[in-house]
């Protein structure tokens, strides 16, 4: 059993169909696809467990870091 954060399931949600979209199957998880989002500072692999960075004034809205520090360097090289 996967356990999944909120980011990640709100992140899955937006980034996949609907499941009455696809009536013939059972809407799967599919790690490997998801395996392609990678941290946006050192370019790592995402975990499981990732930090979201939200800034409305910004596009695209989301930045995804896998870890809280990478997500304050992002922040702070944006700043220099
Ligand atoms: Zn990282």
Redesign the pocket.
């Known amino acids: 059993m996967i356990s999944m954060s909120d980011d990640f399931l709100e992140f899955y949600i937006n980034t996949h169909p609907a499941p009455q979209a696809m009536p013939d199957r059972m809407p799967k998880i599919d790690v490997k696809r998801l395996d392609i989002k990678r ?1 946006e ?2 370019n ?1 692999p995402l975990p499981k467990k990732f930090k979201v960075h939200v800034n409305i004034c910004q596009e695209p809205t989301k930045h995804r ?3 809280r520090e ?1 997500k304050e360097s992002w922040c702070y090289g944006f700043m220099n």
Request: proline letters at 0%; one cysteine or more.
């Open positions: 941290c500072f050192c790592k870091f896998c870890s990478c």
